[in-house]
């Protein structure tokens, strides 16, 4: 990849532009909320409602599932990552879009440190109690009898260790794979990583792809580690929400890209990358915007989540579709698999291709339960969410589709045509002659195909299909 070049979120007719707003009309507290923090930091919306999604995928995530109409049932995560340049208040919107939550959290801090305060000197006891037997134990004038009988004294003891009570924390900034498994197998079972700073988090746990994977699916994961012990993350909840500067981003495309992509945990990810407002920020007079509603909403839900997680409940509502949501899921689920086709739009991006309806109903999900609390996903709101996933897929095959390899192997590959068809009326050659006689590094289909996708991209090649013979015309 040569440069990741900025692209105005949803520039096709499937995306929600800036100016599009009335696209979520359906989710009104949600819009409210992304329009008056737009207003107030003058940032870019797409940029906003990046954040802001992640917020209540997190506030909700571990309150409901969501039901296909297929029947399949999952989780309703989300992994964001918007990227935006420096300067572009990626900070500032955070700060906003977090704030209930954080100061929810930072009350409840303080109850639970005064658990952990209390259970501290308990185990303190508790120790003590234990190494007392174990120093009678030591006695060697007792009797066999009086051993076995401290012996058990000491089993019993065992089993009355106070257990740590767990913490409320729902958010982390920079944590290790080995402390954000810990967190949630002992602490709170529901988490998101939320940080501006991407690339903090692109060189920390967003490595372990696998585990990202895993966490999204909901499918449970059994970690061990040498240090930190062995822990069962069984119906935990994760989700992401990173803000990265394009030039970070591209390094860590760079460095780990491949990985990403092939494992997967790319396609999962919604990718948002809006135009910058630098250069039109103007202040015309005084602002007021009201997030009243939305913080309303935020701290109802975080209610809900401390009264399951002091309960230890794990029980989730089910949201499904309503019978017009659900023939227009199924159609779009259709239109989809379609297009994965051979010389589909999706062809040669399957693995993002089969997460896009999942992604779907997840945010419509979401911003459904978000809004009322209800169960029933309508038409309206489906349409809106996927005007969403959408836009982002866009961003997806533009910014995964072409590393630098390819770009290497595009520039070959048209020296070679350019070398071959130097004629006006010879404009066209077989894929297959590429494969035989082309540059040596494109004689492997998927580096073939990769730089053929590029070059169709970028307006210099196209491609013509005459029955079973593909060929390659330049432009």
Avoid at 225 to 230: E, L, M, P, V
Avoid at 343 to 355: L, M, N, T
Wanted: glycine share 6%; with cysteine; hydrophobic share 40%.
């Amino acid at each position: 990849m040569s440069s990741i070049d900025g692209g105005k979120f949803g520039d096709n007719e499937s995306g929600c532009s800036s100016t599009d707003m009335e696209e979520i009309d359906s989710f009104p507290i949600f819009k409210d909320a992304v329009v008056s923090i737009a207003q107030q930091t003058l940032a870019p919306v797409e940029l906003v409602l990046s954040v802001v999604l992640s917020v209540v995928s997190l506030v909700c995530q571990y309150l409901i599932d969501v039901r296909r109409p297929w029947g399949s049932l999952g989780p309703v995560s989300l992994m964001i990552f918007s990227i935006a340049l420096s300067g572009e208040r990626k900070t500032a919107i955070e700060d906003i879009a977090v704030k209930a939550l954080r100061a929810f959290e930072k009350k409840r801090k303080l109850s639970d440190s005064q658990k952990i305060r209390e259970w501290s000197v308990l185990l303190e006891l508790w120790e003590k109690q234990k190494k007392k037997i174990q120093k009678k134990m030591l006695d060697e004038s007792l009797t066999l009898s009086s051993y076995k009988q401290l012996e058990s004294d000491l089993l019993v003891h065992a089993k009355s260790e106070p257990a740590r009570p767990p913490m409320f924390k729902m958010t982390h900034q920079d944590v290790t794979a080995a402390a954000l498994s810990k967190a949630l197998a002992q602490d709170c079972p529901s988490a998101a990583l939320f940080t501006s700073e991407g690339d903090i988090a692109l060189r920390g746990v967003v490595n372990q792809v696998g585990m990202m994977n895993a966490l999204w699916s909901g499918s449970g994961l059994e970690v061990g580690r040498a240090y930190s012990g062995d822990f069962s993350l069984a119906d935990v909840r994760f989700s992401i929400g990173v803000g990265v500067q394009p030039r970070v981003f591209e390094d860590y495309l760079e460095r780990k890209g491949e990985l990403g992509k092939a494992s997967g945990f790319f396609a999962r990810s919604l990718i948002f990358y809006p135009e910058s407002t630098q250069g039109t920020r103007f202040i015309e007079g005084e602002v007021r915007v009201d997030l009243s509603r939305y913080e309303k909403r935020i701290e109802e839900l975080l209610e809900e989540n401390v009264k399951k997680f002091d309960s230890r409940d794990a029980s989730k509502s089910v949201v499904g579709f309503s019978a017009e949501a659900s023939e227009e899921l199924i159609w779009l689920h259709n239109k989809i698999e379609r297009e994965m086709r051979v010389g589909g739009s999706y062809e040669r991006a399957r693995d993002h291709a089969s997460k896009l309806v999942e992604n779907i109903s997840r945010v419509a999900a979401l911003l459904h339960f978000f809004e009322s609390g209800g169960t029933e996903i309508s038409l309206s709101e489906l349409s809106s969410a996927e005007k969403i996933v959408m836009g982002c897929s866009v961003m997806y095959k533009g910014l995964f589709s072409f590393s630098p390899q390819v770009v290497t192997d595009a520039d070959a590959l048209i020296s070679w045509l350019q070398s071959r068809c130097d004629s006006p009326l010879f404009r066209r050659t077989k894929r297959n002659d590429v494969l035989q006689r082309g540059p040596a590094a494109l004689r492997r289909a998927t580096r073939l195909n990769r730089a053929v996708d590029y070059l169709v991209e970028k307006g210099r090649v196209k491609e013509v299909v005459y029955g079973r013979v593909a060929e390659i015309e330049l432009i």
